[in-house]
C-alpha cells in the first residue's frame, strides 16, 4: 500500500514538472476540484491507550491555495465516539487533521469498535487516494492479561435459548489481569472455539468478567455479533435492564458470585437481546477447572408422548444417572422452574423432607407421567449407596399437549337442603348434586364468595390455581370417585354454614387427559335462631362437607403436581419437537 502511495506522489510530481513551462495557475487548474483523500497507508486497527481521550486521523488535500471546509460522513456503531462532520483546512495546508474524542472510561478493554469516515464533497475528491476511510478502534489495557486456563468449561445460556441446537457447554480459554480478580473470556461465540461458529465468523466478542466483589459478580454488557436480527448483546438484567418501567433489582435478578476455592462462577440473571427484543437467559456459568464441574448426577430429557392402548397420553422423561448415582428421587412441578433458584432450592427441600411428593428410581429408565395438558418442569435429586444426596438438583421444563384430549363429563348444581334428623336447613345446609363419566379426580373449594374474592379473586385462573396448591383434604376419595362413575350421579351436603350468605362452590375435575373448572354459586335462607347442627359422615352414600378455610396454603415458589407414573418403552415413544415455549432462530448474515 506505501508503494501505491509513492507512485501516486511520483507521478503527481512528474506532471508538475511536466508543465514547469506554465504558470502556477494552470498547474492547479489541471487537477479536478481540490483532490482531498485519505492516505492508503492508514492502519485498519487503531489502539487507544488508557487516560487519552482523542486521537487525529491525517486527511490530505493536493490543492492547498485557499482555506477550505469539506463535508464528512461519519459512522461508529457502539455511539461512544465523538467523530468530526467536516475536515478543515487553512490556506496552504496540504494536510489537516481529523479529532475523534472519547471518555476511556466508557470503553470495554479489548473491545473492538468499527468506524467510518467518508468524504461527502464529490465534486473534491480525488481518485488516487481513499475517499471511505473504515477503522477498528481497541481501548488497550496497560495492565496485561496472562492466561489462567485454556479448558475451561463455559455453561451458555443466551445463544443456546436464542437459536435451536447451540451448544450450552464447551471448553473456552480464560485470562485473569494481572494482581486483580477481573476475568475475560476469549471469544467463546468465535471460531474455532464457539462448536457452531463456521471460519467466516471473524467478529471478536470477548466476555469480560469483574469478579472484584465474589459476591457481586458483574458480566459487563458484551456486543456479540449481527446475526442477522440487529446486534445482539449479552449481560446482567441488573444495572442494564427495567422491568414493569422500572430499573431491574438485585433482588429479584441477582449478580453474579465467584468462588475462588473452585475456580467456580454463576453469573448471575443474564439477558440477551437484540433488535426484535430481550430475553431472559438461561444459567450462565464459567469453570475454570473442569474438574469442579459436579454434574448434578442426573440427565434429564422429555422425549415425547406415549399413548397406551386404552388411549391415555403420558408425558415421557428419559432418566439418565452417572456412574457414582445408586438412587435417585424425581418430582413434578407446574410450570417452568428452571432459571428460578429459590423455588429449585426449595423443591430439593421438600423431596428430602417429603413435603413434596416424589418416586425412588435407579438406572437408566423411561417414565411415562398421567398429567393434563400444560407447562411442567420435572425435578431430580441423586444419591449414592450410603443414601447421601449427592450434587445439586437436576431439571427439566416441556410443554405437554396429551395425544387426544376428551372432554370433562361432569356437571353440578347447588340445592337447598333439609334433614331435621341430621339438623340441616336450607339456612345452615347446601346440598351439591353430580353427574359424571369417567372422572378421575375432583378437587374442590367451598366458601363465602366475598371471602373468595377478597383471598383469591374469582378468576378461573386464580381459583385453578389455589385448589392445586390445596392439601388432598379437599379432594373427594377414590371410592366416592368410583361410586360416581358407577352410578353417574352422587350426592353431598355442605353443612354448617352461616345463613343468608352467598357461597362459591368450584370444582376441579379431571379425566385422565384434561382437566376442568366447574363454578356454581347459591345463598343460604336467612334465619335468626339458626340451631345446633351435629355433624355426621354418610348421607345416602355421598359425604358431609365443611367450609373450605381461605389461609391453608403456603406459596412454595411452586405448585407440586401428584405423581401417576408407569415405566414406557422409548421406542413407542411419540417424538414431539418443543416449540411452544419459544420461537428459535436460524443465524442469517
Same mark, same amino acid.
Given at each position: 500500500?506505501?508503494?501505491?502511495?509513492?507512485?501516486?506522489?511520483?507521478?503527481?510530481?512528474?506532471?508538475?514538472?511536466?508543465?514547469?513551462?506554465?504558470?502556477?495557475?494552470?498547474?492547479?487548474?489541471?487537477?479536478?476540484?481540490?483532490?482531498?483523500?485519505?492516505?492508503?497507508?492508514?492502519s485498519s486497527t487503531i489502539n487507544l491507550e488508557q487516560n487519552s481521550s482523542s486521537i487525529q486521523i491525517p486527511i490530505q488535500r493536493m490543492n492547498a491555495d485557499n482555506a477550505a471546509s469539506y463535508p464528512l460522513f461519519s459512522s461508529d456503531e457502539s455511539g461512544l465516539f465523538?467523530?468530526?462532520?467536516?475536515?478543515?483546512?487553512?490556506?496552504?495546508?496540504?494536510?489537516?487533521?481529523?479529532?475523534?474524542?472519547?471518555?476511556?472510561?466508557?470503553?470495554?478493554?479489548?473491545?473492538?469498535?468499527?468506524?467510518?469516515?467518508?468524504?461527502?464533497?464529490?465534486?473534491?475528491?480525488?481518485?488516487?487516494?481513499?475517499?471511505?476511510?473504515?477503522?477498528?478502534?481497541?481501548?488497550?489495557?496497560?495492565?496485561?492479561?496472562?492466561?489462567?486456563?485454556?479448558?475451561?468449561?463455559?455453561?451458555?445460556?443466551?445463544?443456546?435459548?436464542?437459536?435451536?441446537?447451540?451448544?450450552?457447554?464447551?471448553?473456552?480459554?480464560?485470562?485473569?489481569?494481572?494482581?486483580?480478580?477481573?476475568?475475560?473470556?476469549?471469544?467463546?461465540?468465535?471460531?474455532?472455539?464457539?462448536?457452531?461458529?463456521?471460519?467466516?465468523?471473524?467478529?471478536?466478542?470477548?466476555?469480560?468478567?469483574?469478579?472484584?466483589?465474589?459476591?457481586?459478580?458483574?458480566?459487563?454488557?458484551?456486543?456479540?455479533?449481527?446475526?442477522?436480527?440487529?446486534?445482539t448483546i449479552i449481560g446482567n438484567v441488573f444495572g442494564n435492564l427495567t422491568v414493569d418501567g422500572q430499573p431491574a433489582t438485585e433482588e429479584e435478578y441477582p449478580?453474579?458470585?465467584?468462588?475462588?476455592?473452585?475456580?467456580?462462577?454463576?453469573?448471575?440473571?443474564?439477558?440477551?437481546?437484540?433488535?426484535?427484543?430481550?430475553?431472559?437467559?438461561?444459567?450462565?456459568?464459567?469453570?475454570?477447572?473442569?474438574?469442579?464441574?459436579?454434574?448434578?448426577?442426573? #440427565?434429564? =430429557? @422429555? *422425549?415425547? /408422548?406415549?399413548?397406551?392402548? &386404552?388411549?391415555?397420553?403420558?408425558?415421557?422423561? !428419559? $432418566?439418565?444417572?452417572?456412574?457414582?448415582?445408586?438412587?435417585?428421587?424425581?418430582?413434578?412441578?407446574?410450570?417452568?422452574?428452571?432459571?428460578?433458584?429459590?423455588?429449585?432450592?426449595?423443591?430439593?427441600?421438600?423431596?428430602?423432607?417429603?413435603?413434596?411428593?416424589?418416586?425412588?428410581?435407579?438406572?437408566?429408565?423411561?417414565?411415562?407421567?398421567?398429567?393434563? #395438558?400444560? =407447562? @411442567? *418442569?420435572? /425435578?431430580?435429586?441423586?444419591? &449414592?449407596?450410603?443414601?447421601?444426596?449427592?450434587? !445439586? $438438583?437436576?431439571?427439566?421444563?416441556?410443554?405437554?399437549?396429551?395425544?387426544?384430549?376428551?372432554?370433562?363429563?361432569?356437571?353440578?348444581?347447588?340445592?337447598?337442603?333439609?334433614?331435621?334428623?341430621?339438623?340441616?336447613?336450607?339456612?345452615?345446609?347446601?346440598?351439591?348434586?353430580?353427574?359424571?363419566?369417567?372422572?378421575?379426580?375432583?378437587?374442590?373449594?367451598? #366458601?363465602?364468595?366475598?371471602?373468595?374474592?377478597?383471598?383469591?379473586?374469582?378468576?378461573?385462573?386464580?381459583?385453578?390455581?389455589? $385448589?392445586?396448591?390445596?392439601?388432598?383434604?379437599?379432594?373427594?376419595?377414590?371410592?366416592?370417585?368410583?361410586?360416581?362413575?358407577?352410578?353417574?350421579?352422587?350426592?353431598?351436603?355442605?353443612?354448617?354454614?352461616?345463613?343468608?350468605?352467598?357461597?362459591?362452590?368450584?370444582?376441579?375435575?379431571?379425566?385422565?387427559?384434561?382437566?376442568?373448572?366447574?363454578?356454581?354459586?347459591?345463598?343460604?335462607?336467612?334465619?335468626?335462631?339458626?340451631?345446633?347442627?351435629?355433624?355426621?359422615?354418610?348421607?345416602?352414600?355421598?359425604?358431609?362437607?365443611?367450609?373450605?378455610?381461605?389461609?391453608?396454603?403456603?406459596?412454595?415458589?411452586?405448585?407440586?403436581?401428584?405423581?401417576?407414573?408407569?415405566?414406557?418403552?422409548?421406542?413407542?415413544?411419540?417424538?414431539?419437537?418443543?416449540?411452544?415455549?419459544?420461537?428459535?432462530?436460524?443465524?442469517?448474515?
Amino acid at each position: 500500500m506505501k508503494t501505491l502511495k509513492n507512485i501516486f506522489y511520483f507521478l503527481a510530481a512528474a506532471s508538475l514538472v511536466g508543465f514547469t513551462s506554465c504558470s502556477d495557475d494552470d498547474a492547479t487548474t489541471s487537477l479536478k476540484g481540490d483532490q482531498v483523500f485519505f492516505g492508503t497507508d492508514l492502519s485498519s486497527t487503531i489502539n487507544l491507550e488508557q487516560n487519552s481521550s482523542s486521537i487525529q486521523i491525517p486527511i490530505q488535500r493536493m490543492n492547498a491555495d485557499n482555506a477550505a471546509s469539506y463535508p464528512l460522513f461519519s459512522s461508529d456503531e457502539s455511539g461512544l465516539f465523538t467523530l468530526p462532520s467536516s475536515a478543515d483546512f487553512a490556506a496552504g495546508e496540504t494536510t489537516t487533521n481529523l479529532v475523534i474524542s472519547y471518555n476511556f472510561d466508557n470503553l470495554t478493554l479489548g473491545q473492538s469498535y468499527p468506524c467510518t469516515l467518508t468524504l461527502a464533497d464529490s465534486e473534491n475528491s480525488s481518485s488516487y487516494g481513499l475517499t471511505s476511510y473504515s477503522f477498528t478502534l481497541v481501548a488497550v489495557d496497560p495492565v496485561p492479561y496472562e492466561t489462567v486456563a485454556t479448558d475451561a468449561i463455559f455453561i451458555e445460556g443466551g445463544m443456546s435459548k436464542m437459536y435451536r441446537d447451540f451448544p450450552t457447554q464447551y471448553p473456552v480459554t480464560v485470562e485473569r489481569k494481572r494482581g486483580t480478580n477481573l476475568f475475560k473470556i476469549v471469544n467463546p461465540y468465535s471460531y474455532p472455539t464457539y462448536p457452531v461458529a463456521e471460519e467466516s465468523w471473524t467478529f471478536i466478542s470477548d466476555v469480560y468478567i469483574d469478579a472484584t466483589d465474589p459476591n457481586r459478580v458483574v458480566t459487563k454488557l458484551t456486543q456479540l455479533a449481527d446475526f442477522g436480527y440487529g446486534m445482539t448483546i449479552i449481560g446482567n438484567v441488573f444495572g442494564n435492564l427495567t422491568v414493569d418501567g422500572q430499573p431491574a433489582t438485585e433482588e429479584e435478578y441477582p449478580l453474579g458470585t465467584y468462588d475462588e476455592a473452585t475456580g467456580v462462577f454463576d453469573l448471575g440473571a443474564m439477558f440477551i437481546a437484540d433488535d426484535e427484543g430481550v430475553m431472559l437467559a438461561d444459567p450462565f456459568k464459567l469453570y475454570l477447572n473442569p474438574d469442579a464441574l459436579v454434574a448434578a448426577g442426573i #440427565a434429564l =430429557e @422429555y *422425549t415425547g /408422548v406415549y399413548t397406551s392402548v &386404552d388411549g391415555k397420553s403420558y408425558a415421557v422423561i !428419559s $432418566i439418565t444417572p452417572e456412574a457414582d448415582v445408586a438412587t435417585y428421587r424425581y418430582a413434578v412441578v407446574e410450570g417452568d422452574i428452571t432459571n428460578d433458584a429459590e423455588a429449585l432450592e426449595k423443591a430439593k427441600e421438600d423431596i428430602l423432607s417429603g413435603t413434596l411428593t416424589s418416586e425412588t428410581g435407579s438406572g437408566n429408565a423411561s417414565k411415562g407421567l398421567e398429567l393434563e #395438558a400444560g =407447562e @411442567y *418442569t420435572v /425435578v431430580a435429586l441423586a444419591f &449414592d449407596a450410603s443414601g447421601a444426596n449427592i450434587g !445439586s $438438583i437436576s431439571s427439566v421444563s416441556f410443554v405437554f399437549t396429551p395425544g387426544e384430549v376428551k372432554d370433562v363429563d361432569f356437571s353440578f348444581t347447588l340445592e337447598s337442603y333439609t334433614d331435621e334428623e341430621k339438623g340441616c336447613y336450607p339456612y345452615n345446609s347446601m346440598l351439591v348434586k353430580m353427574t359424571a363419566s369417567e372422572i378421575k379426580s375432583i378437587k374442590y373449594l367451598f #366458601a363465602p364468595k366475598a371471602n373468595v374474592e377478597d383471598v383469591i379473586g374469582l378468576t378461573d385462573d386464580a381459583i385453578i390455581a389455589y $385448589i392445586k396448591a390445596m392439601s388432598d383434604d379437599y379432594a373427594f376419595p377414590a371410592s366416592e370417585i368410583e361410586l360416581l362413575n358407577q352410578e353417574g350421579t352422587y350426592e353431598s351436603v355442605f353443612n354448617n354454614l352461616n345463613a343468608g350468605t352467598e357461597y362459591l362452590c368450584a370444582m376441579y375435575v379431571g379425566n385422565g387427559s384434561t382437566y376442568k373448572l366447574f363454578v356454581n354459586t347459591k345463598a343460604t335462607e336467612a334465619n335468626s335462631s339458626q340451631a345446633s347442627v351435629p355433624t355426621s359422615s354418610v348421607l345416602n352414600g355421598g359425604i358431609y362437607l365443611g367450609v373450605t378455610p381461605l389461609n391453608n396454603v403456603e406459596a412454595n415458589g411452586y405448585i407440586g403436581v401428584k405423581l401417576n407414573s408407569i415405566d414406557v418403552n422409548p421406542a413407542s415413544v411419540e417424538k414431539v419437537e418443543d416449540t411452544s415455549k419459544r420461537q428459535f432462530r436460524s443465524i442469517r448474515f
